[in-house]
């Protein structure tokens, strides 16, 4: 048994080694792929990149060959495009070109090509328009969106007082403020904090996030084929998503007992009555598993990345209180201590407005892009780029432009305030990407990153466990998505 297991491996290995070496010739023949190091077979480029800081590594290596460049991640080339000029002319110019999904094996194997966010093709842009349709318009219920997002805020300003200025990780309590608010929209729930189930989807999302950026993720990705049948981590992160997709199926099946198509409460609602609607239409797209699927991705992305954003905010004003009393001051002269705060106020906080986004611009959240894949044949500058093939736009490299951002390492809401302190937007703030593909919950996401710390702000002062200049502000893992380092503090109403 044991020399049968020895054997299949070793012909899994050498497979694979035929296959990078043909696909390697291919790429070579009349210089059809931009320039890059070359590979070793399997490993490919794996040793030129530093694994805990591989944005680092895309950078140096765009200096010496050029913003457009080819890697191989394991057997496979992919594309890295640097700069916000490369970036731009392939997601915005030839936009269309470059719309496919680059592969994620991790999630492939268990989304199978449905839903919004791994999707390709037709199926892609019907999910994608109806959710751009739901999360724009929203107009279930009786509330609004923004309405809700305010209820939250008041949420998670009630439960930072009970912490009655004692030391607190904000960890916990921001993640369950932006996963109500998927909550509301997916299901029109409203949990509370400590609720049993409401615990179950937040272990879910955690867990799969802390793992996402580990060596054995990035190892599964890099060889599926030879990882797939072995015991890991990875037969647990499927299962954590397979239980999430499970979840969302049992409150489709609840909605389905009391659905009224004349009053929608929520995306559920209105995905079946898309269903009902195409029942007829052998090409749908809308089915239960593309509405499990899509519903989990809004889960996943609208969770974690807003949730994220916020711990690491409320980090940098530790670290920089000048910003933050700033912040206060124009929040208080222009809203006041009593009133809630509103989207209409955003017009009138430059500088809280400019705080935001200097936030999404240092963190950098996802610094290398979601995996992009060209759709067809593509000439691109002097190259051409097969069909398929996986393209890298690396957003850090843009966020992170020293001629448009001086200093870009230093923290400075000036980056986004012109001479007369009003806000100064730039086609270089780019943490949502570009083009088609562009995140469809930008909109929702700023909204809450306005109310949410809006609201903290207008009701506590920050104070932070230890000197502002001892505190460490890099990311502890700096691969998919970068994530702050843990850390306490004391909320002080104000």
């Not at 912490?163 to 990780?169: F, G, K, L």
């Not at 994220?308 to 201590?337: N, Q």
Request: aromatic letters at 10%; a neutral charge; hydrophobic letters at 40%.
């Amino acid at each position: 048994m044991e020399l049968l297991k020895i054997a299949t491996l070793a012909l899994v290995i050498c497979v694979t080694c035929l296959i990078f070496l043909l696909v390697w010739k291919k790429s070579q023949i009349g210089g059809r792929l931009p320039p890059g190091p070359t590979p070793l077979p399997i490993i490919g480029n794996m040793l030129q990149l530093n694994p805990k800081d591989i944005p680092a590594s895309l950078s140096k290596l765009a200096k010496e060959y050029g913003p457009v460049y080819t890697l191989y991640f394991g057997p496979w080339p992919t594309v890295v495009l640097h700069g916000y000029e490369a970036v731009k002319e392939a997601l915005m110019d030839k936009g269309d070109e470059f719309l496919g999904r680059g592969s994620f094996p991790i999630i492939d194997d268990t989304q199978k090509g449905y839903g919004l966010l791994f999707s390709n093709g037709e199926r892609w842009k019907q999910m994608r328009r109806f959710s751009l349709m739901i999360l724009r318009n929203f107009g279930m219920g009786k509330r609004s969106m923004e309405e809700r997002v305010q209820e939250e805020a008041r949420c998670l300003v009630e439960e930072f007082r009970k912490t009655e200025s004692q030391p607190v990780d904000p960890t916990f309590v921001l993640a369950c403020a932006t996963c109500n608010v998927i909550c509301s929209i997916l299901f029109n729930e409203h949990f509370q904090y400590k609720n049993e189930t409401f615990l179950f989807l937040m272990d879910l999302l955690n867990e799969n996030f802390k793992e996402v950026n580990s060596r054995w993720i990035q190892t599964y990705n890099l060889w599926p084929t030879l990882i797939k049948y072995l015991p890991g981590k990875h037969r647990v992160f499927s299962k954590r998503l397979n239980d999430l997709k499970y979840f969302i199926l049992e409150k489709v099946k609840e909605h389905q007992e009391s659905w009224d198509p004349n009053n929608p409460r929520d995306f559920i609602d209105c995905f079946l009555s898309k269903m009902e609607q195409e029942k007829l239409n052998p090409e749908s797209e809308f089915n239960l598993e593309n509405l499990a699927v899509c519903g989990s991705g809004l889960f996943t992305a609208g969770t974690e990345t807003t949730s994220i954003t916020l711990r690491f905010g409320l980090l940098l004003l530790l670290k920089h209180p000048e910003v933050e009393a700033k912040v206060h001051e124009e929040i208080d002269r222009v809203i006041g201590r009593n009133l809630i705060p509103s989207m209409k106020d955003r017009v009138k906080l430059p500088y809280t407005e400019a705080m935001l986004h200097e936030i999404q611009r240092y963190i950098t959240l996802l610094p290398s892009n979601m995996p992009h894949a060209v759709t067809q044949d593509t000439k691109f500058r002097q190259y051409i780029i097969p069909k398929g093939t996986t393209v890298l736009p690396s957003l850090s490299s843009i966020l992170l432009d020293c001629k448009e951002f001086p200093n870009p390492e230093r923290f400075d809401p000036g980056h986004f305030l012109d001479k007369n302190g009003c806000f100064k937007k730039t086609e270089y703030f780019v943490p949502f990407s570009l083009g088609k593909r562009a995140c469809v919950g930008e909109s929702l996401a700023l909204m809450e990153l306005f109310l949410f710390f809006t609201t903290i702000l207008q009701n506590f002062s920050l104070k932070p466990l230890v000197d502002p200049k001892e505190l460490d502000i890099k990311p502890i893992a700096t691969g998919f998505i970068n994530i702050p380092p843990p850390y306490k503090l004391r909320l002080i109403p104000r």
